[in-house]
């Protein structure tokens, strides 16, 4: 058959592209602006080239930020992935027992960040808060706002209480797509339990772990709202990850040339990180 | 190896079963006896993949008792009772390789290596799927996979009992016929109870020496294929074999002879006294002759299938078929006798015996 050529088509994504023109491309561009740019005020701006570049990726502060961002998501993937099967695992899958479940799983989903944020940090405070009053009570000496220990584990308790709903709706539906026929077939020939999840529900469950790892990556490499507004960043610089550091530094300090170097840094690093994940669990799974 | 017997075995899917309706299996008493074929067949929805599930223990009966060899297996899990069973649509463990999968079985009940893989070797011969037992799975046709179904089945020789619940519905022909034969060799050498499910005839008569008929939860007939063909118990084991079916017709059946119409039928003994409800006279095709003798029928068509023809007719207002030989000819006013030898009574769709 004879392809017939017809840019005509071209004009339909004009309309997108410009959107996406106005939402990404130009603010992104004026960061870009920004970061090669130094200004003494009066909106006077010279040429300042590599130097807020070479400011940055000499910082101690910028690569401990970096290091918590790192160790932070680390944790939050070691917890959050094994966790979320698990529950996944353990749902019904059938039964009234379902909408139960999944209404149950996705409520901490449908809370706005800097909700869950409140609700952390009111709830772990050791004067009212039921969390730190209780742990107070029961003799721990428990308290984030000057213990960066304390402060940690309830950043991640909170991230974990928040996200874990998303890693076990993705892994629910991947099992719930397994014809019983599966798992006839796996009694019939004597498959043990851990048998059966790893050879037909993990296989099952790969491609949409695969987004679940990926998102969580992400999200929580650039979480900012929720430890922002239990501890501020604190205590110290403890729970200063990047994105607030960011924040920091653009509005607080307004260093305007760094600020915008160190996002497009930051960008740059979020992007290459999840390429990384991303080829590397396709090839896994491709070679699967 | 073992002698299966279903004691009264009733299911309901449904929790609270009342009329017989919501049974999908109405009562199933009937044993398999230890080392027989079984081919069980049946329509669409009639309860042979509930039986079979029953077996192996995937479900458990509503009512009834299942005994292997005479021991009470009602309440063991599927892995206790030693069941091979093959599903109607394959099931693969994708990530592993055909070789695996068919190991899998075995390395689950703990089988030392060497014999795994002198067993699995000899089922990949065996399955014609020796060439790719390197292969993942996953990338495999419907067929290939189904063969890797059937061969985690045949691969366990020691098991008490084989169900195949319609496991060649996806093979080609060609290949259908290569495995039947298989199967039947390897029932030979290994002589373990086996059960067939099918909704083919031809399947189940050229397969079994036992051939289960099930209709609507129950079933209806066990016999040879002889035995279904000549004395079909049920009028639907007289439609559901044979080709074409048994014709069956009303009829008022008054001491040795059956009167249908105006026509008058000497039946080859009399039916025991007193039968009640509605009263069928069932003949298959093979034993109405077609001559210039008998009672007249009006023909409206003849169908040519090669080794013989069918004949439809009309008679005494009701559609009959007929088989002649290739080479007969259709007489200019024709007329059909039945042979006694074919003639079987129904009273309420059961057939009633018949003194001499
Ligand atoms: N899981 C189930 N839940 C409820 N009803 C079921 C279930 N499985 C089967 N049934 C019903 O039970 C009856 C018997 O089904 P079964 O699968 O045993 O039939 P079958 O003879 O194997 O049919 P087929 O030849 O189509 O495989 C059917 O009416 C079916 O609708
Ligand atoms: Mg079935």
């Known amino acids: 058959m004879e392809r017939t050529w017809n840019n005509k088509a071209w004009f339909m994504v004009l309309p997108v592209l410009l959107l996406v023109a106005f939402s990404a491309i130009i603010p992104l561009m004026t960061v870009v602006n920004y970061s090669v740019q130094d200004t003494f005020g009066n909106n006077d701006f010279f040429w300042a080239g590599s130097e807020w570049f070479d400011e940055i990726l000499h910082s101690d502060r910028f690569w ?62 050791v004067d009212i808060g039921l969390l730190g009053y209780s742990l107070r009570a029961l003799g721990f000496n428990y308290n984030y706002v000057n213990d960066p220990f304390d402060a940690w584990i309830t950043v991640i308790v909170m991230d974990v209480w928040h996200w874990t709903s998303l890693v076990v709706l993705l892994c629910y539906a991947g099992l719930v797509s397994i014809p019983d026929a599966y798992y006839q077939a796996a009694k019939i020939d004597g498959a043990s ?22 998102l969580r990556f992400m999200d929580s490499f650039m979480i900012y709202t929720e430890p922002f507004v239990v501890t501020g960043g604190g205590p110290g610089n403890t729970t200063t990850f990047l994105s607030i550091d960011l924040v920091k530094l653009a509005i607080g300090e307004f260093n305007l040339g760094e600020a915008a170097a160190m996002s497009i840094v930051y960008f740059l690093i979020i992007m290459l990180l999840s390429w990384v994940f991303y080829t590397v669990m396709t090839a896994y799974d491709a070679e699967q | 190896m073992a002698r299966i017997d279903c004691n009264h075995i009733r299911h309901a899917y449904g929790p609270h079963p009342k009329s017989d309706k919501d049974y999908a299996l109405k009562e199933v008493h009937h044993a398999f006896e230890d080392g027989g074929a079984y081919a069980l067949l049946g329509p669409s929805g009639c309860g042979k993949t509930t039986l079979l ?17 005479g021991k009470d297996v009602t309440n063991l899990s599927t892995q206790e009772r030693n069941i091979a069973q093959v599903f109607q649509f394959p099931v693969i463990y994708d990530t592993m390789t055909v070789y695996d999968n068919l190991a899998f079985p075995l390395r689950n009940r703990g089988v030392p290596e060497p014999d795994v893989d002198r067993k699995v070797r000899e089922t990949l011969d065996m399955t014609g799927l020796a060439d790719m037992a390197k292969r993942k799975a996953r990338g495999l046709t419907a067929d290939q996979k ?44 290994f002589g373990f109870t086996m059960v067939y499910v099918t909704h083919d005839q031809t399947e189940a008569l050229t ?6 008929v099930m209709y609507e939860g129950e079933i209806v007939q066990i016999g040879s294929p002889a ?73 409206r068509k003849v169908e040519d299938i090669g080794r013989h023809k069918v004949v439809r007719a009309s008679f005494e207002g009701r559609d009959i078929a007929a088989i002649i030989g290739e080479d007969e000819d259709i007489p200019a006013d024709p007329k059909i006798a039945f042979d006694p030898a074919g003639i079987n009574i129904y009273a309420d769709s059961w057939r009633v015996e018949m003194g001499g």
């Not at chain 1, 059966?196 to 990926?214: D, E, G, S, T, W």
Request: charged share 15%; glycine share 10%.
């Open chain 1, 193 to 214: 339990r851990w048998a059966i999840f790893r050879y037909i529900q993990l296989p099952k469950m790969n491609r949409v772990l695969l987004i679940a790892v990926l």
């Open chain 1, 64 to 125: 401990e930020a970096m290091g918590r961002n790192l160790v932070f998501s680390a944790i939050i993937l070691i917890i959050e992935i094994p966790l979320g099967i698990f529950i996944a695992l353990n749902m019904p899958k059938k039964g009234w027992g379902v909408p139960v479940c999944l209404v149950l799983m996705a409520l901490p989903l449908l809370i706005p960040w800097n909700v869950v944020g409140t609700i952390w940090q009111v709830f772990g405070r």
């Open chain 2, 53 to 69: 599930n029953i077996i192996s223990g995937l479900l458990y009966p509503s009512h009834g008792e299942l005994l292997f060899d």
């Open chain 2, 227 to 299: 035995e279904l063909f000549e004395r079909p118990k049920h009028t639907f084991v007289g439609y559901f074999i044979g080709s074409p079916g048994m014709n069956v017709m009303p009829v008022a059946v008054e001491g040795r002879s059956a009167r249908l119409g105006s026509q008058t039928i000497e039946l080859p003994g009399a039916p025991r006294a007193g039968i009640t409800g509605a009263i069928e006279l069932g003949i298959r095709p093979e034993y109405i002759r077609l001559g210039a003798s008998g009672m007249p029928v009006s023909i």
């Open chain 2, 146 to 189: 189904q063969k890797i179904s059937l061969g985690r089945g045949l691969v366990r020789s020691d098991v008490n009992a084989i169900l195949f619940d319609e496991p060649l519905t996806v093979i080609d022909p060609h290949m259908k016929w290569v495995l039947r034969s298989q199967l039947k060799q390897l029932h030979r050498r």
């Open chain 2, 207 to 212: 397969f079994a020496e036992n051939v289960v």
